[in-house]
């Protein structure tokens, strides 16, 4: 062989043009000052974390005042209409509400996680139940979830500094509302004694995720009290604590300057001690990554803090090939390591959001290969009824036509555990079959039956 024909083989990459690397600009324009009302505010002042939250929009009266000039009366009608009928509160920070496109605020995927359109919404599920995770029914203490060998989820207040349209945890995060009332799990300093005694008694958990709500919201003190109490536990190895701020209020990291040495003195001293003490996030859309987020990321980068994500998939948020990618490249570009992308749980008024199983294995087949491995998420399930996170392709049954998808959970749980697709993505008989209890009940007995004859490999169903 030539070496000209090796040349000619070897199929040498083209150079990628400086436009398709554009997106590595982030932005850092004044966003916000398209809002009416902080047209005159400047970065410092946007910046300033008590300014953000003194200006967070917490019901629907101060959202339509913030953007009446911008958004079109049908869409305010439409908006109002919506909260009338969500079982949520509200709370949207300035950083977000000023991201959102209010030219088309109905395709607008920051719009679609926080503020639901009556328009828009589908009935829920009919097997949907308000703690569909089970977490409360795995609950030892108020609070406190032992589901897994080693490791638990310790919910240490029910507020968060914006609240989700899609929330699992709506049965217990923010204020009742007109259609739901909640559990209460406040900061409460004896509640968090009753759990640090249950973790101390356990000598089997080696991991602690603490959440809530979301500790964003616990002040610098509260977050040194926890870490160091979780770090003079000898058997707990690791903990994260999770926290949605950095995609929804970023500059608090560079301006809470209090908060964020609290959490580097917890990362330091675990890392003295040989425990890893890390953040985890939540981005699930790169309208979400902006200048803010990268210099935010930088300054803990910087301190040796360890940030990975947990994204959730959502129908016109993140499920095509392109918005997840672009997702997954910016996340990896300030350092945060895409972690899982979790189905969407079923959660009341959230029909609209939720997409298939088919597309979570389609969008994981496509983004494989386009990074590093490491950068590439987890594409999986939390699956009903308790049976805890699996493998979206681990499935033992999984039937396109009643989007029936059957899981086992073999380290949590015995038994089998499923996940439905939403309604609106089935054909019209299915649809009809899921309006009659009888069918469902057949639909999911025939579900397990068949998941229960697999043998080695799984059996897909389609129309
Ligand atoms: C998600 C979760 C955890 C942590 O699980 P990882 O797979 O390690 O991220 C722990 N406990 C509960 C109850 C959870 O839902
Ligand atoms: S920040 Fe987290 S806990 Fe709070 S409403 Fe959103 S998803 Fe729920």
Redesign the pocket.
Known sequence: MSSLKVIEEKKIKPKVSKLDLQWRELRRDPFWQRVPAWKDIDEETFLNYKWQEKNAVTNPKKLIKAVQDIASDEFIKDVEAGFGSAPMAVRISPYLLGLIDWSDPYADPIRRQFLPVASQLEPDHPLLTLDS?H?QA?APVEGL????PD???FLALDTCPVYCRFCTRSYAVGLDTDTVEKVQLKANQDRWAQALKYIREREEVE?V?ISGGDMYRLKASQVREIGHALLDIPHIRRFRFATKGLAIQPMKILTDTDWTDAITEIVERGRKMHKDVVI?THFNTPKEITGISQDAMNLLFERGITVRN?AVLQAGVNDTPELMGDLIKKLSYINVQP??VYMHDLVRGTEDLRTTVRTSIDLEKKLRGTTAGFNIPLFIV?TMGGG??RDIHSFEHYNQKTGISVYKAPAVKPGFFYYVDPIRTLSPSAQEDWKSPEKQKQMIRDALNDASKYHGRPQIKYF
């Open positions: 995770l977490e795995d979830t032992h589901r897994y490791k638990v989820l991991d995720v985890h947990q972690y899982y939390d805890g996170k």
